[in-house]
């Protein structure tokens, strides 16, 4: 028998953008293994996924629910779930997987609504099982060396901070269409009520959060529709205050034409200031004040340990997405293998966990009320 952790996933059927990408990752390291599924909630298309992942046709079940139940009875049944579908089904989908016992990595944002995610908290802290959140970026070799450099107080106390992650694939009304991840992502009953700051706001604000160890105290956004008839946002621009008087700005949008994925994190602290991009994450700027600008590259030896410790391949050999959605993995095995042994043991601080999920919607209910009132609202 396999002495891998043993994966179950739903979401991730025919046509779907991450859930391959989570199988992808959890298997990098040789500490998971994806064994079952309800992979869509069609009965069929399940079973096909299920194929397509060379799965046992038992195990590629018709509904979460299905899949609970008889996981539970097998001696061999899985270890945790993932949560790949459309956000309205993440918290029911923890909530089922807690009450079978069974530990939860969940795709982001960590629920459809603020009220949900405090529901969800409670569960999570009630289940006192293992929870994990891919805000994916936190991955990145580059962005845990940034978030080192800020804890040593490198750069001295922060000042200003500038995040932004600019998309352009919803120029278009691309759900008029029928594209499956436009169409749910602009429906408030599948989505919740944060179009872009919902979808990629989110990663911007975990980011800007996870690197710096500061909170953000308040916010005046200001949302906007810019394709006529699309339902939710999908263009923001906010203003930020942060713990201990830094302030800053975070701009997102999925109307930025031409446009990839271009998530920039700048910080900038009394004796310097780091800079780091999404779509060339093997490089990490450092600019100091009295001295020359720094390029500090994945994989180098003079890195510190935060960032060694996420790293599998020597200078020079990109990684890149993948790698680090699997650095996330790795540290959720290693997280349930540990509370196996002692109950005790917390999860890796650097995994995203429930305390992130809950700023993050905290994050889109405050950024919509704002913008809904045209005024600075506190956290
Ligand atoms: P998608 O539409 O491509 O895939 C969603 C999948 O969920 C589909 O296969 C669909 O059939 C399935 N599904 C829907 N209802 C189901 C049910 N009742 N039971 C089982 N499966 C069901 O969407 P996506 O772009 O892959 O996004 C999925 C989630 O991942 C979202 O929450 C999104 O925010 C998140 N996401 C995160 C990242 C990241 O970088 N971490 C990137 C993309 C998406």
Redesign the pocket.
């Known amino acids: 028998m396999s002495c891998k952790l043993r994966m179950g996933m ?10 391959p ?1 989570h199988k992808i990752a959890a298997e990098l390291d040789g500490k998971i293994e994806l064994v079952a599924g ?5 009965a069929e ?2 079973r096909a ?1 299920g194929a397509g992942f060379a799965l046992d046709p038992a195990r590629a079940y018709p ?2 629910e299905a899949m609970f139940e008889a996981e539970k009875l097998r001696t061999d049944g899985i270890d945790f779930v993932v949560i ?4 309205h ?2 918290l029911p989908v923890a909530k089922a997987a807690f009450g079978a016992g069974i530990a939860v990595m969940s ?3 960590a629920t459809a609504t603020y009220d949900e995610v405090l529901e969800l908290e409670s569960v999570v802290n009630q289940a006192a099982l293992p929870y994990g959140l ?3 970026y936190a991955g990145y070799s580059l962005v845990r060396e940034a978030r080192a450099l800020l804890a040593a107080g490198a750069l001295g106390p922060i000042r200003k901070v500038a995040v932004e992650y600019l998309q352009g694939w919803l120029s278009a009304p691309l759900e008029a269409s029928g594209q ?2 436009a169409a ?1 992502r602009s429906d408030p009953a599948l989505n919740g009520p944060g179009g872009c700051i919902g ?1 990629i706001g989110t ?1 911007a604000f975990h980011l800007l959060e996870y690197v710096t160890g500061l909170k953000v105290t308040s916010i005046h956004a200001a949302l906007a529709t810019i394709v006529p008839g699309r339902r939710l946002d999908d263009d923001c621009n906010a203003l930020l205050r942060l713990e201990g008087g830094a302030s800053g700005t975070l701009m997102a949008s999925q109307v930025a034409a031409g446009e990839r994925n271009g998530l920039r994190l700048r910080v900038y602290g009394e004796k310097g200031s780091i800079e780091w991009r999404q779509q060339d994450p093997n490089r990490l700027s450092v600019k100091w004040l009295d001295g020359p600008e720094e390029i500090r590259h994945a994989g180098g030896s003079y890195l510190g340990a935060d960032a060694r410790a996420v790293t599998r391949l020597p200078g020079g050999h990109p990684e890149g997405y993948i790698e680090a ?1 699997a650095v996330l993995y790795r540290e959720f095995a290693d997280g349930l293998i540990g509370w196996r042994q002692d109950p005790s043991q917390a999860m890796p601080v650097t995994l995203p966990g429930i305390q992130a999920g809950v700023r993050g919607m905290r994050f889109i209910e405050r950024a919509i009320e704002s913008s809904r009132t045209g005024s600075w609202v506190n956290f």
Request: charged share 15%; hydrophobic share 30%.
């Open positions: 739903v979401g991730g059927g025919p046509g779907a953008f991450i859930g990408v309800a992979f869509s909630q069609s298309r399940s996924a509904s979460y790949a579908t459309p956000n089904l993440h795709d982001k944002p891919t805000h994916t499956k991840q749910w979808d990663h959605f």
